[in-house]
């Protein structure tokens, strides 16, 4: 936007040189292209005061835009996407969001049609304008999601990639990914959007949301080419999606989810179901990539015990502490997310919560996992009382889990 109120400030300045050439030829005709291609307008542009006037309706439909005029206030509104634009008719006092803008030539009414200053809608909408003195034409040439996703749907790669360059915008290029992926598009999509200059991690993390879709071959190649490592973070400080929080990115490899993908317009591409990975988890821990505890608690909780083993083995901490995710009582046993904890205060230990699961939820798998941390990652069961010791003991007993039995024994559990 900063950009856009730059160019708007020295249009007077560009269009100095165009004022004099107005006085000379004001009775030629003024063309308008698009992108290459020649506008066909009801009624000619004009020249006022050095500034291109066009039709209303026609320009900002072009651009992708939606104006709606009331005659009795003569005030000209419009949107496309997150921009809205304000103007009045006889008023050089426009509105780009927030901003005001001071304009030359403000917008007029000429034998019953309404004309608006060319360069300050188009610019407004993300537009870069030239003018050619020769062919006193108006250059316009515009790039926006829907013209990229318009490529994808036509499966034009070379388009695609050109879009995302012309405009070299890094959010409409981190877009363009995103869309790229929705359209379940493959690896040289995502390298022809990243060699024009689209960012992984830009408005959102691409790196994430590939991870989740459970899309290998797009993780591999960001990952063997060197656009992700490590240092970027984890996922809920890259991204601003709320399912991301508290996990790694090993932790997204491991989560399973629905995905509703979507185009440009928000229709529904395509519906998938987002199965765990161990084959993205493999390749981004041999990245240098660790699970964390709380990766460790997510697999504990949904009683999965491979992947429970494999966070532990690559990177979670067996003694470590995680929000206290785990609640139980006489009415049953609650699962929270770090994003909906009741008690963002409360922490407690790894062990802690596998004993709330397997006291609550004693199946074969709460007792596995339970022995898995014990027993083959050598947990510390001090944070635990003698009680709850004892208990475990008596439900190691109950299970037929002797191994187990015989590690809360050496840990002090009493029969």
């Known amino acids: 936007m900063r950009k856009t109120l730059c160019a708007l400030l ?14 000379a030829n004001s009775s030629e005709t003024i063309s308008v292209t698009i992108n290459g291609k ?15 006037l066009v039709p209303l309706r026609a320009i900002f439909e072009s651009l992708g835009a939606y104006p709606t005029y009331d005659p009795k206030t003569k005030e000209i509104t419009a949107s496309k996407g997150n921009t809205q634009i304000y103007l009045q008719v006889g008023n050089n006092i426009a509105k780009v969001n927030d901003q005001t803008v ?3 030539q403000p917008a007029i009414v000429l034998s019953g049609s309404t004309y608006v200053p060319v360069r300050f809608v188009s610019e407004a909408l993300g537009a870069k304008v030239e003018w050619d003195p020769k062919t006193r034409t108006v250059i316009i040439e515009y790039v926006d999601i829907y013209l990229i996703d318009a490529a994808l749907r036509e499966d034009n790669l070379d388009k695609f990639a050109a879009l995302i360059k012309r405009n070299g915008d890094p959010s409409l290029g981190n877009d363009a990914i995103r869309l790229a992926l929705n359209h379940q598009k493959g690896v040289p999509w995502i390298s022809a959007a990243l060699e024009a200059g689209a960012p992984v991690v830009g408005k959102d993390n691409m790196f994430a949301e590939a991870i989740t879709q459970k899309r290998a071959d797009v993780v591999k190649f960001l990952l063997d080419e060197g656009y992700v490592d490590p240092s970027i973070g984890t996922p809920e400080e890259t991204s601003p999606s709320a399912f ?7 932790g997204l490899a491991y989560r399973s989810s629905i995905q509703y993908l979507r185009d440009a317009n928000g229709q529904l591409l395509a519906t998938i179901q987002a199965e765990p990975s161990f084959e993205i988890a493999e390749m981004l821990y041999g990245k240098g990539f660790r699970a964390t505890t709380l990766d460790a608690y997510y697999s504990l909780a949904q009683r999965q015990t491979d992947w429970f083993d494999w966070m532990l083995g690559h990177g979670a901490d067996p003694d ?13 046993i609650y699962f929270y997310t770090v994003s909906d904890l009741p008690e963002p205060e409360a922490r407690e230990k790894l062990i802690q919560s596998a004993y709330t699961l397997a006291d609550k939820l004693t199946t074969p798998e709460t007792m596995q996992n339970l022995e898995t941390l014990i027993v083959k990652y050598g947990a510390s069961l001090d944070p635990l009382t003698q009680a709850q010791k004892d208990r475990l ?6 299970m037929e889990r002797p191994i187990l039995a015989d590690a809360l024994i050496k840990a002090g559990a009493k029969e």
């Open 244 to 250: 991301m929080r508290g996990f790694s990115y090993i």
């Open 102 to 104: 001071k304009l030359d």
């Open 38 to 52: 020649k506008q066909q307008y009801s009624v000619s542009p004009i020249l006022r005061n050095g500034t291109v």
């Open 10 to 23: 020295v249009m007077g300045m560009i269009f100095a040189g165009f004022a004099g050439m107005a006085s």
């Open 320 to 332: 470590g502490e995680i929000p206290k995710l785990v609640y139980g009582d006489e009415k049953g």
């Open 393 to 398: 003991l008596q439900l190691a007993r109950f």
